[in-house]
Antibody, heavy 114, light 107 residues
């Protein structure tokens, strides 16, 4: 069974760093791109970027280029989304999704508040 | 930047047919995907490549494409279909784009 399991909810302060994860199982992790999607409270879905774990080729949506870093560790079938300095406006639910968009993680809620 | 345009809301009575449109200039050249999202849940793929239905998705969900508009049709709407629906495609450079979402209300 294909699964994407994300790390748990986070509460952070502005300026702090954060790395959330998405672990794939039940398929060849290195053969499918993994994307990240943001959903701010009460809002729609926004595409952030995508990574190919096989060679770490990464593409960012222009809106998120320079704001976040997407990475992957194929040895443990895990993709990451990280921030170096969080802002209150980063408060959102973040989903990982396998390319083909058929399998989604359960989401990680990130709350940034002083 | 490239945009996909959806109506903010659609209302339909149970048993009727709901049609949700999504418009974008690149849709004639890029596939469209549709997702259903219920409150507190992750999105679920209901249509891929314009008109293909994933396994496990009821037959009442269908997709079609005509020019710069794609349409999600839900025939014989049920109360459980009340949700937000998002279209998704890509621009000419391949960057993924989502529509703004449509709230389907079952009266």
């Amino acid at each position: 069974e294909v699964q994407l399991v994300q790390s748990g909810a986070e509460v952070k302060k502005p300026g702090e760093s954060l790395k959330i994860s998405c672990k794939g199982s039940g398929y060849s992790f290195t053969s499918y791109w993994i994307g990240w999607v943001r959903q701010m409270p009460g809002k729609g879905l926004e595409w952030m970027g995508i990574i190919y774990p096989g060679d770490s080729d990464t593409r960012y949506s222009p809106s998120f280029q320079g704001q976040v870093t997407i990475s992957a560790d194929k040895s443990i079938s895990t993709a990451y989304l990280q921030w170096s300095s969080l802002k209150a406006s980063d408060t959102a639910m973040y989903y990982c999704v396998r390319n083909g968009f058929d399998y989604w993680g359960q989401g990680t809620l990130v709350t940034v508040s002083s | 930047s490239y945009e996909l345009t959806q109506p903010p809301s659609v209302s339909v009575s149970p048993g009727q047919t709901a049609r949700i449109t999504c418009s974008g200039d690149a849709l004639p050249k890029q596939y469209a995907y549709w997702y259903q999202q219920k409150p507190g849940q992750a999105p679920v793929l209901v249509i891929y490549k314009d008109s293909e239905r994933p396994s496990g998705i009821p037959e009442r969900f269908s997709g079609s494409s005509s020019g710069t508009t794609v349409t999600l049709t839900i025939s014989g709407v049920q109360a459980e279909d009340e949700a937000d629906y998002y279209c998704q495609s890509a621009d000419s450079s391949g960057t993924v784009v989502f529509g703004g979402g449509t709230k389907l209300t079952v009266l």
